[in-house]
């Protein structure tokens, strides 16, 4: 059974931190890997992808990949209250499809 | 362009009672997918469609149907709702080709109630 582990949170950072969320995974063959953020309510939104090992940046938000190590991170700096979300962490499951974590719930305060 | 379009957004069943959840995407993807979102579980594949034509079981497959009807719709049947199946209900795609072929873009969801 391939698995994607995230802690649930609530992850609670102040207005102006980096934010670090974290993700493991199973399966030593995946390739592709994506965060993606979710609001209550509404469905989730492709916000970073990252296929190779190393670091990838997108504005405020750093995806680092570590497939030696089956770990996948999201930093997002300057947390804004916007920021206020469930990130959820998605790794390629075979064939078209991706395994997802459970989510972790990210708090920021003003 | 809409992206992935959902209907309907809303549904109450009683137990027994059969729907269709409808699905549709303009984005030219070759792959489509449902999940089911439950609190505390995360997103879990009923159904997907590699490429118009073909349908696979996901990994929570039973109590559902579905049908890829075209190259851009794809749609999910419950035949006879159960409680269980109360849950909120995403369509995605994906498909571009290249280092994209597996990024994935959701529809809005439709929240489902079976009483």
């Known amino acids: 059974q391939k698995e994607v582990e995230q802690n649930s949170g609530p992850l609670s950072v102040p207005e102006g931190a980096i934010a670090s969320l974290n993700c493991t995974y199973s399966?030593?063959?995946?390739?592709?890997f994506f965060w993606y953020r979710q609001y209550s309510g509404k469905s989730p939104e492709l916000i970073m992808s990252?296929?190779?090992?190393g670091d990838k940046e997108d504005g405020r938000f750093t995806a680092q990949l570590n497939k030696a190590s089956q770990y996948v991170s999201l930093l997002i700096r300057d947390s804004q209250p916007s920021d206020s979300a469930t990130y959820l962490c998605a790794v390629s499951g075979g064939y078209n499809k991706l395994i997802f974590g459970a989510g972790t719930r990210l708090a920021v305060h003003p | 362009n809409a992206g992935v379009t959902q209907t309907p957004k809303f549904q109450v069943l009683k137990t027994g009672q059969s729907m269709t959840l409808q699905c549709a995407q303009d984005m030219n993807h070759n792959s489509m997918y449902w999940y089911r979102q439950d609190p505390g579980m995360g997103l879990r594949l009923i159904y997907y469609?590699?490429?118009?034509?073909?349908?696979d079981k996901g990994e929570v497959p039973n109590g559902y149907n579905v049908s890829r009807l075209n190259k851009r719709e794809f749609s999910l049947r419950l035949e006879s709702a159960a409680p269980s199946q109360t849950s909120v209900y995403f369509c995605?795609?994906?498909?571009?080709?290249?280092?994209?072929?597996?990024?994935?873009?959701f529809g809005p969801g439709t929240r489902l109630t079976v009483l």
């Open positions: 990252i296929y190779s090992n």
């Open positions: 469609s590699a490429s118009e034509g073909t349908t």
């Open positions: 399966d030593r063959g995946s390739q592709s």
């Open positions: 995605a795609s994906s498909g571009l080709g290249g280092n994209s072929y597996n990024e994935q873009f």
